[in-house]
């Protein structure tokens, strides 16, 4: 088992070769349309670059645009965006291995129209521009509410029929969420959210005591049931697209903590949710599990939440100042505070975590 290190940021990208997607457009895909425009989206932190194309001919409203996604090379499956725990040969894209297997349980992936192996071009179903995070600053309580029990309806499914019986042939089952992983994520945020940030490193007592209590968490953590963890499962990454929430950004998927992908939805590092939303939709995912015939007791599962949530919220404090330092991509600084602030409390909430708090915080401000 061999744990890598986050693929290097890559020179910027050529644009697609128009007239290629336009033989393409007119050629491959399984509807008659024509090349329109091709418009560049706003990117998010990978390598990778988007663009909608916008079709004539005889689309119809689902068919209207598709989503082109441009790897980073023809060949980008080499190289993940995250780092990674387990030993597999990659015989295809991840992307649409994972979407394969998401497919068959209806889950709402998007529809792959066709993939141009050789420019590194995929040609996908179009969600649309209104993420879950841009929605529910329009929405009213209850509108939130509604659209969250959505996607936790489809997080049951990810965790219970697309995790089990296990489907070899998804490059996800292969890769795992364990220890070293896990403090590998401790370590980024170590690195980059702590000693990045500050005129000097840690000191050596205090950097022993705190990864010995991270160690305790992440311990805790993969000592959890293993499920199918989609790893980025928050409001910028499921698409509010008329009646259904599209899942998108799955590539990274692989087994881990049952608790991570819940914890990234409802600890969200770019949307804060009210408290008393929180504690409903933990139980709402647990009725829900419930049914399918896993029942986990309330108390017990809000502290293994908890202290997951620290977990994925400081690893994403020190990936956001990874990726201004490393890619000059300073938009997500903003956010930090407010993970940091979900950490401070649930290290306010333990008193086992005390002794974690007295020595990471006077490194952190957020946490003091």
């Not at 029929?161 to 292969?174: E, G, I, Q, R, S």
């Not at 804060?272 to 029942?295: K, N, Q, T």
């Amino acid at each position: 088992m061999g744990t890598t290190n986050p693929a290097a940021p890559a020179a910027p990208l050529a644009p697609p070769d128009h007239q290629r997607v336009a033989d393409t457009v007119r050629t491959k895909l399984p509807f008659h349309a024509r090349f329109g425009t091709l418009t560049p989206l706003a990117g998010d932190a990978s390598n990778r670059r988007y663009f909608r194309i916008h079709l004539a001919g005889e689309p119809n409203d689902r068919t209207a645009s598709v989503i082109l996604m441009q790897l980073a090379e023809p060949e980008a499956f080499k190289a993940s965006e995250e780092a990674v725990s387990g030993t597999v040969q990659i015989a295809e894209l991840p992307f649409t291995n994972i979407l394969a297997h998401l497919s068959a349980f209806r889950l709402p992936v998007p529809t792959l129209h066709y993939y141009d192996r050789e420019a590194g071009l995929l040609y996908l179903e179009d969600f649309g521009d209104l993420t879950l995070l841009e929605a529910c600053a329009k929405a009213d309580a209850s509108r939130i509410a509604s659209l969250y029990k959505q996607a936790i309806d489809s997080l049951v499914v990810i965790q219970v029929k697309a995790t089990a019986p296990t489907n070899p042939a998804c490059v996800a089952f292969h890769r795992k969420f364990d220890v070293p992983l896990l403090m590998w994520e401790f370590d980024h945020f170590l690195e980059y959210g702590v000693n990045a940030r500050r005129p000097a490193p840690m000191k050596a007592e205090d950097a022993v005591l705190v990864q010995n209590e991270f160690r305790k968490i992440a311990e805790l953590m993969a000592a959890q049931p293993h499920v199918l963890v989609h790893r980025d499962y928050h409001s910028r990454n499921l698409m509010v697209d008329g009646n259904r929430i599209g899942i998108i950004d799955f590539q990274d998927a692989l087994m881990g903590p049952a608790a991570y992908d819940l914890a990234s939805l409802l600890r969200d590092a770019y949307l804060a949710l009210d408290e008393s939303l929180v504690d409903e939709l933990i139980a709402y995912y647990l009725d829900g599990l419930a049914r399918h015939g896993l029942r986990m007791e309330p108390t017990a599962y809000r502290r293994v939440f908890d202290l997951t949530s620290i977990q994925r919220n400081l690893k994403a404090a020190g990936r956001f100042v990874y990726i201004d330092r490393m890619k000059h991509n300073p938009k997500f600084l903003a956010d930090i505070p407010r993970v940091l602030g979900y950490v401070r409390r649930n290290l306010e909430k333990y008193p086992e975590l005390a002794a974690l708090r007295q020595h990471l915080a006077p490194y952190v401000p957020e946490l003091q």
